[in-house]
């Protein structure tokens, strides 16, 4: 019993801590702010975060793992390596909307710069599929995979801004595949923008 209540607590504590980071960053919270969106004490909270930075490495990891699922499972798909690099961007634009932990972890990474975990979680994915691209002709010659790459990169950062803050009906997933779509009109040799994208990339 006292083993369960402690999962649920520490359960309930990761989720309050997300929502707190996420909505004020890593500075704006404190963990007197998180046990009072958590409804604990904040001996319950230290007994399994002693420090802030210990309460942020959790939600980071927690963020992570989920990243790297999601990423792994758009690897898997039966498609094109620039197919698939658009399904994971989308998929990455899908999680920051929906997913208070992941959005939370990102905003975490940019703002205690420790290091890049989340966003090598998918971008090494990502360039490795711009990579394969490259390799069987689908991109111009004069773009490199890198270069392509940190273009995502800076469109995720900006998704994650976006849906922290817009008030608009676009959705996130939407904003991005257009976006996407845009960059790929100049990155792409022309037989590569008139295929038919899968199902699965689908806005």
Do not use: C
């Amino acid at each position: 019993m006292k083993q369960a209540r402690a999962v649920r607590t520490r359960r309930l504590i990761l989720r309050a801590a997300a929502e707190e980071f996420d909505r004020h960053g890593y500075a704006g919270t404190s963990l007197n702010s998180v046990t009072r969106s958590a409804g604990i004490s904040i001996g319950a909270l230290t007994f399994h975060f002693p420090t802030k930075p210990d309460l942020a490495d959790a939600v980071q990891a927690a963020g992570i793992v989920l990243t790297r699922h999601v990423a792994g499972r758009v690897a898997g798909l039966p498609a094109s390596p620039l197919a698939r690099a658009r399904a994971l961007t989308l998929a990455i634009a899908r999680l920051l909307e929906e997913d208070t932990t992941v959005r939370a972890t990102a905003r975490l990474t940019r703002e205690r710069s420790i290091d890049s975990a989340w966003t090598d979680a998918w971008l090494a994915d990502m360039t490795e599929l711009l990579n394969r691209a490259h390799a069987d002709g689908w991109l111009r010659s004069q773009v490199t995979p890198e270069a392509f790459a940190e273009s995502a990169r800076f469109l995720i950062t900006g998704i994650e801004e976006y849906v922290r803050r817009t008030t608009s009906d676009a959705t996130a997933v939407r904003r991005a595949a257009h976006t996407w779509d845009l960059l790929l009109y100049g990155a792409a040799r022309p037989r590569a923008i008139y295929t038919n994208w899968p199902e699965s990339s689908a806005t």
